[in-house]
């Protein structure tokens, strides 16, 4: 029966394998350490269910040369994590899709992350609001353990009392989900900035607010981000030893 399945399981492993030879040649190398984890995780699937030894043969020796390429860029990773010097850059087209805020954060969402700072001028209408929920989401669905969400945010005279009730739900949605959100407000802010307690720290030139309107209600990308066309921006992400403290 695991024969069956094998075509199917090898074109995954591939598809994986060749996302992460592409991320590492674009010097986007957590994110390609995962890709590449992935992926030899796959190969190592087809190798179980492989009866030709001379087909072993040939998997064996493909997942060894991922498997040191994996551990080369861990390691270079590590150094420069160390060393206070890991920069990656990642720069999103205008109107490019697949950066929703899973695909573009979860490389660096592991490592016993437990509390997040998202500092973002621009949560105050409908659609940034829900940006930050979905946000929000994104982390409890992930293979973490977040316990604390900070948020700062502008204050102004046009504040409205919509977004002070929205926020509130949020809050009080997160609350029984057994996270606590934190929420502050400061009338200078103006950068945007995500940090988590693990040492990463992510800029984003928009912010959360990267992506353009949906075309209708019921058009392709209005629910799935990866789907929606994004805004032009930047991507910065540091790593350092000294992580924000409450």
Not at 162 to 189: F, G, H, M, P, W
Request: aromatic letters at 10%; hydrophobic letters at 30%; glycine letters at 4%.
């Amino acid at each position: 029966m695991a024969q069956d399945f094998l075509p199917g399981m090898e074109s995954s492993a591939i598809s994986v394998l060749k996302r992460a030879v592409e991320l590492d040649h674009s010097s986007r190398f957590q994110e390609a350490l995962v890709c590449y984890q992935e992926g030899i995780q796959l190969l190592m699937d087809v190798l179980k269910a492989v009866k030709d030894d001379s087909k072993k043969v040939r998997y064996r020796e493909k997942i060894k040369g991922y498997m040191d390429r994996a551990e080369q860029i861990k390691d270079h990773v590590n150094k420069l994590k160390e060393e206070g010097r890991y920069h990656e850059q990642i720069k999103i087209a205008d109107s490019s899709t697949g950066f929703s805020y899973e695909s573009l954060l979860k490389p660096y969402i592991r490592d016993g992350l437990t509390e997040v700072w998202v500092e973002d001028p621009y949560v105050r209408h409908v659609h940034q609001l829900y940006n930050f929920l979905r946000f929000c989401e994104m982390l409890l669905k992930c293979q973490c353990k977040v316990k604390t969400i900070h948020l700062l945010t502008s204050q102004d005279e046009d504040s409205s009392a919509q977004r002070t009730s929205a926020l509130a739900e949020i809050k009080q949605s997160l609350q029984c989900q057994n996270v606590c959100l934190d929420i502050q407000y400061s009338s200078t802010i103006h950068d945007r900035e995500i940090r988590f307690n693990n040492g990463w720290i992510i800029k984003i030139g928009r912010g959360l607010d990267y992506f353009k309107k949906p075309k209708g209600r019921f058009s392709v990308g209005y629910c799935d981000y990866d789907l929606r066309e994004c805004h032009e921006t930047t991507v910065d992400i540091f790593h350092t030893k000294h992580t924000k403290t409450t």
